[in-house]
């Protein structure tokens, strides 16, 4: 329920929306399960997507590249790490 709240807010202001960023475990729906319903919707699935998580998966970025997250920073991460990767989407 949470994930169709946060996209339907970024639906609502897709016009302003440049990048988003997203948690690979959130509760309710996870980083994944957003990732794919963002990049399945018509309107906002060329909004680059920068993903962030403590795992340690190489599984785990080579399937949210493949869904289509733009990014993924691991936790605990520099903040000129994560304008590096924001600098590249937008």
């Known amino acids: ?12 202001f897709i016009i302003i929306t440049k990048a988003i960023v997203a948690d690979v475990c959130m509760p309710v729906v996870d980083g994944i399960q957003f990732l794919k319903m963002v990049k399945g919707n ?10 962030i998580s403590g795992l340690e998966a190489s599984e785990l970025s080579e399937n949210l590249f493949e869904i289509g997250a ?5 936790k605990p991460f520099e903040i000129k790490d994560f304008l590096t990767a924001l600098s590249k989407d937008i």
């Open 42 to 51: 018509g309107t906002a699935k060329d909004i680059p997507i920068i993903m």
């Open 1 to 12: 329920m949470e994930g169709i709240i946060i996209l339907s807010i970024i639906i609502t």
């Open 70 to 74: 733009s990014g993924l920073l691991k």
